[in-house]
């Protein structure tokens, strides 16, 4: 199999705090793993890249200082959203890739819904 | 960033129907995807094409690999209720470390019981 797991499902904070969202490989380990942001009925919006033990990589216009990406081990991946705002407020998805150069494809977590009042 | 075109943007049938969506992309892709979102959820894959002219079946769902490798669609057969929710193709240019997808804009799919 290939499943990935994402914690908190949900969660709902005050403008100004900090939200860590995890997402972890269950049952193979991710030599990749890939943080997404998807608004209402659009599509998914890459955030960044993160490969183990190294830096991620952010697309244009993604704050890297705003959303802390930490992959620590080949099975889980954070993200920190600081000093979150009403207009951080999404749908957070990762997803994990096994690592076979040529059939290397995406597995999504269930998502993460963040609310910020 | 870039997208693909995905159509039709969405779909709405009768319960026993068959379904057909397409993606199209101005340049040439090694690797296609196919993924079904629900409400809430995350994708979840369907079908993965890897060789231009490949036609793949996953149950009543059969999706090919264009021979130009600009396009692809995803057929289903005779719908069923619970195949109701968005679809996603995805492409990728090589790979390589390089394993970013590229995504469509989804197809919505409601099916009528």
């Known amino acids: 199999g290939a499943v990935v797991s994402q914690h908190p499902s949900w969660v709902i904070c005050k403008s100004g705090t900090s939200v860590k969202i995890e997402c972890r490989s269950l049952?193979?380990?991710?030599?990749?793993m890939f943080w997404y942001r998807q608004f209402p009925k659009q599509s998914l919006m890459l955030m960044a890249t993160s490969n183990e033990g190294s830096k991620a990589t952010y697309e244009q216009g993604v704050e890297k200082d705003k959303f802390l990406i930490n992959h620590a081990s080949l099975t889980l991946s954070t993200l920190t959203v600081t000093s979150a705002h009403p207009e951080d407020s999404s749908f957070y998805i990762c997803?994990?890739?096994?690592?076979?150069?040529?059939?290397?494809?995406?597995?999504f977590g269930p998502g993460t819904r963040l609310t910020v009042l | 960033g870039q997208q693909l075109n995905q159509s039709p943007q969405s779909m709405f049938i009768q319960e026993g129907e068959d379904v057909s969506m397409n993606c199209t992309s101005s340049?040439?892709?090694?690797?296609w995807l196919w993924y079904k979102q629900d409400p809430g959820e995350g994708p979840v894959l369907l079908i993965a094409?890897?060789?231009a002219g490949e036609l793949t079946s996953n149950g009543r769902l059969t999706a090919q690999f264009g021979i130009t490798r600009k396009d692809s669609f995803l057929n289903i057969s005779a719908s069923i209720p619970s195949d109701v929710g968005i679809y996603f193709c995805a492409g990728r240019r090589n790979a390589g470390n390089n394993r970013k997808l590229i995504w469509g804009l989804g197809t919505s799919l409601a099916v009528n019981p």
């Open positions: 094409l890897y060789k």
């Open positions: 049952d193979f380990q991710a030599t990749t």
């Open positions: 997803s994990a890739a096994k690592g076979d150069r040529r059939y290397n494809e995406q597995f």
């Open positions: 340049s040439i892709f090694n690797t």
